[in-house]
Nanobody, 125 residues
Framework: VQLVESGGGLVQAGGSLRLSCAVS????????MGWFRQAPGKEREFVAVMSWSGTSTYYADSVKGQFTISRDNALNTVYLQMNSLKPEDTAVYYC???????????????????WGQGTQVTVSS
């Protein structure tokens, strides 16, 4: 399974970005997919997860109501829509795939077996 993120960049506070994660090597519709982020000097933290069916989502409290995870199975792509961005959202964002079916919701780094290379999001004040 290969994951490739895109869509990061520099945005002013209050702006929006949509991250994409292209999945290859596995049918997306069979995999729960998550997003994590890692700020400089901090541990990688959970952001959002969507079930394999796409019917369930779960968010970190810090992004609830601000970020939205979605997927397009036809394109084998997962998205993270980020609105009302704040400087504290600055981080490298990673998508991840849980191919072994960890317990829902998959909020731990160890719940995922495959990771993308990350995309930088920088929010200026």
């Amino acid at each position: 399974v290969q994951l490739v993120e895109s869509g990061g960049g520099l945005v002013q506070a209050g702006g929006s970005l949509r991250l994409s994660c292209a999945v290859s090597g596995r049918t997306l519709s069979s995999i729960p997919m998550g997003w994590f982020r890692q700020a400089p000097g901090k541990e990688r933290e959970f952001v959002a997860v969507m079930s394999w069916s796409g019917t369930s989502t779960y968010y970190a409290d810090s992004v609830k109501g601000q970020f939205t995870i979605s997927r397009d199975n036809a394109l084998n792509t997962v998205y993270l829509q980020m609105n009302s961005l704040k400087p504290e959202d600055t981080a490298v964002y990673y998508c991840a795939a849980d191919v072994t079916g960890s317990k829902w919701p998959q909020v731990r780094v160890s719940d995922y077996e495959y990771w993308g290379q990350g995309t930088q999001v920088t929010v200026s004040s």
